[in-house]
């Protein structure tokens, strides 16, 4: 089910989509070198690591991230810095960048300008990488065919919290994301998928 997503570990991303895009990378295991695209939601260790970056990278690879972000240009790559509500095209792949800020938690504040994304793939629809978040009023806004959500707690939604914003977006399909190492307990993928609507299918990846 969805094969063309594989979920590495945490929130590390890799979609197959005419391009190779990945959000995120970390913990990666083999060098493949094969990134068309690398979507980064923010600075946070497990989300910038920018060894694990080095890992997928290819010469022209293109790296888009927040404004508010300026470690990518170490990289030495094309670097396109975006803001929440934005759109843009990135080697023929449409995207939009979201806000991603936590309600009541410091761990990301909303003035940071940190994000997620939604892909608008002509294939399978728009998909939702909702970054770090919790349920804000911008993400209940969202239209989207899939969502990868943060299910881990802690930094983020917790499974029943993800389950809500899934619940209120009604993908078609929601993949629970960010838990079982830095943040969550391996179990909170099925907890997920039990807060989760009938009608709504929840696809375990982790």
Not at 7 to 23: L, Q, T
Not at 176 to 200: L, M, Q
């Amino acid at each position: 089910m969805l094969d063309f997503i594989t979920i590495n570990e945490h929130s590390s991303i890799r979609i197959e989509d005419g391009k190779i895009i990945y959000s995120d990378p970390y913990n990666i295991k083999n060098s493949a070198h094969d990134a068309d695209i690398i979507l980064i939601t923010h600075s946070h260790f497990d989300h910038y690591s920018p060894d694990d970056i080095r890992k997928v990278t290819k010469s022209d690879t293109v790296i888009v991230c927040p404004s508010s972000m300026i470690e990518p240009q170490e990289l030495g790559l094309t670097v396109k810095q975006v803001t929440a509500g934005e759109k843009l095209e990135v080697l023929g792949v449409r995207f939009e960048a979201v806000p991603a800020y936590n309600i009541g938690k410091p761990f990301h504040p909303q003035s940071s300008g940190w994000l997620g994304y939604i892909i608008d793939s002509p294939d399978h629809g728009r998909i939702y990488i909702a970054g770090d978040t919790d349920i804000t009023p911008d993400n209940k806004q969202v239209k989207c065919d899939i969502a990868l959500i943060p299910a881990g707690g802690t930094f983020t939604t917790d499974a029943v919290q993800a389950a809500e914003l899934a619940n209120t977006i009604r993908p078609k399909y929601a993949i629970p994301i960010h838990y079982g190492t830095v943040a969550g307990s391996p179990d909170d993928g099925e907890k997920f998928r039990k807060a989760v609507d009938n009608g709504i299918e929840v696809v375990i990846k982790l």
